[in-house]
């Protein structure tokens, strides 16, 4: 295994399974915010689920996990990025045509995950760390004191500006996971001619679940 | 006049190479390492002999003018690779291979030499098979074969439309091992200027390397070129845009006699040529001959109104149709060899039936609606789809639908540097492999046996034979390069290069080559006279006058100058050009690929005149304004009868 | 096919050395028939600038017939030209209309330095052959050819990994000027076949190391390299090294 993280394929390696790994998080997280829309009005479902969450041991492990998951995919997505920089050389071309080559997203990796690492940040500073750290509103179920997770959410959530700078981070989240739900596979070595376009497909299926199941619910506040 | 002997072994045709083989000297494994050797070229011959070489443990160095050894032209070869295995279990052995190459080739080859290739030729699949190359295979996972022309069973290897090209990396693959593992040294884009010789024997080459313009020489205990055909002479033909007779010619000047610059051949399946602007023809395989029938229409007002575009392939009739070698050689049919099959084709539109709308009209049809109803499109796609497909992007045309037009293009040239059986030329310790020497294919090449005869040279012919030679050289000190002697070559070098560059003219050097290959095709190509050949030996002479005072080179010498290297190539093209027209005009009968309007048979078949000229004619350089000197070496048939080539019944 | 003359403008890098800036130098070429291919338009080009006195385009070429990979060159935004499944040889003026500007430029990338206008340095392919490319069985030692039966379509898809001709496409498209795609190739023509197994393992280490050493970038699987590759090689052969690096890593 010497040298093996070091090389192009280690690095990408490490790439790719980082990012399955947020791939199955983001279901997880998806499963605990459709709850939401279970009781909307009290939120007493999705208060328990956060609870649960957030206080469960296996959470307790997989918080840092998920921490070094992400720490991971960026770190390795930027030293990977600067050294195909690097690799192209230094003259540019003129003229490049790639539309009919490659898709824009395949392209953009780079910056889409800027984006959506920009996204995440907001995204921490208006959940994570106001649970975390600050002073998120409490509330009792079933005579057990915890957060109002919910209350806290879906006042935001009635921002119609802040659905929307939500919702653009979802839709270049799908353009990076357009890419990479089967490039994490074609990496890993699981892929042939066969199986590129059903895993495509089932990339495709994943995305457009994640990014509809994560819209609808900023959606269902803003409307109703 | 210089010693033609052939050194042919003792003993049956059959137990020559063995016996060869069991009393010839050896180096031992520490003297190798003392031995250089230096390989020009690195096609198949080339390639295959400096990995086998250094395998071995001789130290070897290998040039090449590509920027990659992977890129010589033997990559291109299409169709297959023959070899007397018979899998097919239809009758095959290494006499019949034998016996059909030789046959193929008119009986101008030499007996024991075309034995030995038919010999070894079952070990090249297997080496190359071992290699990883990717020979088409059977469903039960054996190795498939397919038929070529010229011959009545099925033992072509074929990988796809590709075979060369597998073949090439195979043998590349095994001679980057070696430079992995420090045996050969590999100098890409750098191109032999000269043989050194030193004491009457080979030491070295002359090079010059073709991104700096430096002149510079290397010492080899022995030297072996296999830099391929002069086939781009005519201009047109359809080598790589670089190939070249210049190491070869630089050797015939040093001493390497030139055997049967006459014996070209000429391909009947390429695109026909378009138009002046025209680089190169493009090959169409052989192969597709097995399924695609060649016709003309028999109305000369079909023909006509094809040419003008009135009328379409489709509209002609079957019955208006004249499949002209299914007609004329019924046995074999449009699987005739390929000089039979080019010059009928000549005939055809010589007489007016050409198809193509071209300046000389000259084109047939080769037509898949047979093939296709016969076998549907999926199995002609299977066999063919690559080749459709490169059909369709030159010339805009689908062959599934319409038939392809293909006419004759200069494909190969049998001639070449004269050696013996040891591959050894006539200047010692300077050996000559693959298509650049003369021995095996006689006057005309079947189809499938230039790669065979290639790797023979490269794999198991030189490694054993150069060794004879080598035996009692591991103690010749190496002479360095700072020697008088290497020191004058690149000095005469030098001065070459300097007078192409003086000349300071107004002509391409491109413009040169297009006049010469015109006189070239017009009156030394496929149907010859004694009067043309006359005429374009006067007019060669007058164009290489105008070239040495006209031919316009821009740049300098110590940088890339593609013309100036396209200007020493056309040099030597136009003095062998002229050696090939005085090959052509002595050679006064009919055979293979050489065909002389004025010896041939009341049908218009090629007439051979074994009592006289049943001899290798191996020409001698005497000087530049000198006329060569003719040597015989005389072809002696032990054991094979010989026979005028019938291609009209199955005998 | 309907063949007629067009005119067209042509913007051409030049660069007089490795160590030269470069730039784009414009000409001009009227009736060029159709049926021409694009490298004898750039003879006829080349034909026009010696009579003018000036230098030809310096540019890579030989077989001109698709199979030697000589021949490259970066035509109006893609490797080979605006056309799949050819190198710029097989392409025709055909593709071209009437009054087009064609924009040409060299391969670019680290590992592909120019070595004068349009000819640039790929022996660092070369070099990744050397790592480990090959079997290693010496002339003469080889078995019966059919003592080792393969899969037909074993056989037909290590044929599709060595249809590659190394022409460098696929590095000069890459948006990281990798060469996995070459790499895939040569590492699964080799790996597909039996007598290319023994040494798989070592092959595929030897060979993406060199290849990270010259400098190439690493895959990201945009997939632009098998649309451009002359010879459709597919990215599922970089699929395959990449199993072949995890497994050869895993047993290490």
């Known amino acids: 295994m010497k040298g093996f993280l070091s090389s192009s394929i280690g690095k990408k390696l490490l790439m790719s399974l980082s990012g399955l790994f947020l791939i199955v998080f983001l279901l997880v997280h998806l499963g605990v915010n459709l709850t939401m829309l279970f009781d909307p009005i009290d939120g007493t479902v999705y208060n328990k689920a956060a609870n649960f969450m957030g206080t469960n041991p296996i959470m307790k492990v997989m918080e840092p996990l998920l921490a070094l998951g992400f720490f991971l995919h960026i770190l390795y997505g930027i030293i990977v990025q600067l050294n195909n920089w690097k690799a192209r050389g230094s003259s540019k071309y003129a003229v490049v045509d790639q539309k009919d080559s490659s898709t824009w997203a395949s392209r953009n990796m780079i910056w889409l995950g800027v984006f959506v690492f920009t996204f995440l940040i907001v995204h921490i500073i208006n959940y994570y760390a106001v649970l975390k750290f600050g002073q998120p509103p409490s509330t009792h179920v079933d005579g057990v004191e915890m957060h109002n997770t919910f209350k806290l959410v879906s006042d935001l959530f009635e921002i119609w500006w802040y659905d929307l700078i939500y919702i653009i981070g979802f839709i270049a989240l799908g353009l990076h996971l357009h890419h990479a739900f089967w490039s994490a596979f074609q990496t890993l070595g699981l892929n042939n001619k066969i199986w590129r376009r059903r895993l495509e497909i089932i990339g495709d299926i994943y995305t457009i679940v994640v990014v509809a199941g994560f819209t609808i619910i900023p959606l269902y506040f803003l409307i109703f | ?651 | 096919m309907s063949d007629k003359n067009i005119n067209i403008k042509l913007k051409v890098w030049r660069q007089n050395g490795p160590n030269d800036a470069g730039r784009f130098d414009n000409y001009e070429m009227n009736e060029i028939p159709t049926a021409a291919s694009f490298l004898e338009m750039m003879d006829m080009l080349n034909e026009k600038l010696l009579g003018e006195g000036k230098e030809p385009i310096s540019f890579d070429h030989d077989c001109r017939e698709g199979i030697c990979g000589a021949c490259s060159m970066f035509i109006n935004g893609r490797a080979h030209g605006p056309d799949n499944a050819v190198t710029t040889c097989q392409l025709h003026m055909r593709k071209f209309k009437d009054g087009d500007t064609i924009t040409i430029e060299p391969w670019r990338a680290k590992a592909f330095p120019v070595i004068k206008d349009l000819m640039v340095d790929r022996y660092s392919l070369d070099l990744i052959q050397q790592a480990g490319g090959y079997v290693s069985v010496n002339t003469g030692s080889a078995p019966d050819a059919n003592s080792m039966p393969i899969h037909k379509d074993i056989a037909e898809e290590a044929f599709d990994a060595a249809a590659c001709i190394g022409c460098g496409a696929c590095v000069a498209t890459c948006k990281n000027g990798s060469a996995m795609l070459f790499v895939g190739a040569k590492v699964s023509h080799l790996a597909l076949l039996p007598q290319g197994k023994i040494e798989a393992k070592e092959r595929a280490q030897k060979m993406l190391a060199k290849m990270d050493e010259l400098g190439f970038g690493s895959c990201s699987n945009t997939g632009a390299c098998e649309v451009e590759c002359p010879k459709e090689v597919s990215i599922s052969f970089i699929a395959r090294l990449n199993r072949e690096y995890l497994v050869a890593n895993l047993k290490d």
């Open chain 2, 1 to 651: 006049m210089i010693n033609l002997d052939a050194k042919i072994p003792q003993g049956k045709l059959a137990e020559k190479w063995t016996n060869y083989k069991e009393n010839q000297k050896l180096v031992s494994p520490n003297n190798k390492r003392k031995l250089d050797i230096i390989v020009i070229g690195t096609g198949l011959a080339g390639a295959s002999a400096a990995a086998s070489l250094a395998e071995m443990g001789f130290n070897v160095k290998v040039f090449c003018y590509q920027d990659s050894p992977r890129r010589a032209h033997s990559i291109a070869a299409q169709g297959g690779i023959n070899a007397a295995k018979n899998y097919q279990n239809d009758g095959d052995s290494t006499y019949r291979l034998y016996y059909d190459t030789i046959k193929g080739g008119d009986y101008r080859s030499r007996e024991s030499n075309v034995f030995r290739l038919a010999e070894v030729s079952a070990n090249i699949i297997d080496q190359s098979v071992a290699q990883g190359v990717p020979f088409g295979r059977e469903y039960g996972g054996t190795l498939a074969n397919r038929s070529f022309g010229g011959v009545l069973v099925s033992r072509t290897f074929y990988a796809r439309g590709a075979t060369g090209q597998q073949l090439l990396l195979g043998a590349y693959s095994g001679l980057n091992r070696q430079i992995a593992l420090g045996k050969v040294e590999s100098f890409p884009r750098t191109e032999m200027m000269d043989v050194v010789v030193i004491d009457g024997r080979a030491r070295g080459v002359v090079v010059r390397n073709l991104i700096t313009g430096k002149v510079s020489s290397h010492f080899g205990h022995a030297v072996a070129i296999g830099s391929g055909g002069y086939g781009n002479v005519f201009f047109l033909s359809t080598n790589a845009m670089g190939s070249n007779g210049s190491a070869i010619w630089k050797a015939y000047k040093k001493g390497a006699a030139f055997a049967n610059p006459a014996f070209v051949q000429i391909h009947p399946t390429a695109i026909p040529q378009h138009g002046d602007y025209q680089s190169k023809l493009t090959l169409m395989s052989e192969s597709l001959r097995n399924d695609g029938r060649i016709w003309v229409p028999n109305k000369l007002e079909d023909a006509e109104a094809i040419r003008l575009g009135q009328k379409k392939p489709a509209d002609i009739a079957d019955d208006d149709r004249d499949f002209y070698l299914e007609r004329r050689y019924p046995a074999f049919g449009n699987l005739v060899p390929r000089d039979v099959a080019a010059r009928a084709a000549k005939e055809r539109c010589d007489k007016g039936y050409g198809i193509e709308n071209n300046a000389t009209k000259e084109g047939v049809f080769l037509d898949f609606k047979y093939a296709i109803d016969r076998l549907g499109q999926k199995t002609i796609e299977e066999r063919y789809g690559n080749l459709f497909q490169m059909y369709e992007k030159i010339t805009g045309d689908n062959p599934y639908e319409t038939p392809m037009k293909i006419y004759p293009a200069v494909h190969y040239t049998m001639g070449g540097l004269w050696v013996d059986y040891e591959l050894q030329s006539t200047l010692p310790g300077l050996f000559i492999i693959g298509e650049a020497n003369f021995s095996d294919h006689g006057a005309n090449r079947l189809g499938a046996s230039a790669l065979m005869q290639g790797l023979a040279d490269g794999y198991f012919v030189l490694p054993y034979t150069i060794q004879n030679y080598l035996a009692d050289q591991f103690d010749v000190k190496r002479i360095s390069t700072d020697s008088d002697e290497f020191k004058a070559a690149e000095n005469s070098v030098k001065a070459h290069i300097n007078r192409l560059m003086n000349v300071k003219g107004k002509k391409s050097v491109d413009s040169f080559h297009r006049d010469l290959g015109k006189i070239m095709w017009d009156k030394v190509g496929m149907a010859r006279t004694a009067t043309k050949l006359k005429e374009a030996i006067e007019e060669i002479k007058i164009l290489k006058k105008e070239f040495w005072e006209n031919v316009e080179i821009p740049g300098d010498t110590n940088t890339i100058n593609v013309e100036l290297e396209k200007a020493n190539r056309v040099a030597d093209f136009l003095e062998l050009g002229e050696l090939m027209a005085r090959d052509a005009l002595n050679r006064e009968e009919s055979c293979g690929g050489h065909y002389r309007e004025e010896y041939q048979t009341p049908e218009g078949e090629a007439l051979r005149r074994d009592d006289e000229f049943m001899y290798v004619a191996a020409w001698e350089y005497t000087g530049d304004e000198k006329e060569p000197i003719l040597n015989k070496e005389k072809l002696v048939f032990e054991e094979t009868e010989v026979k005028v080539r019938n291609y009209k019944t199955a005998k």
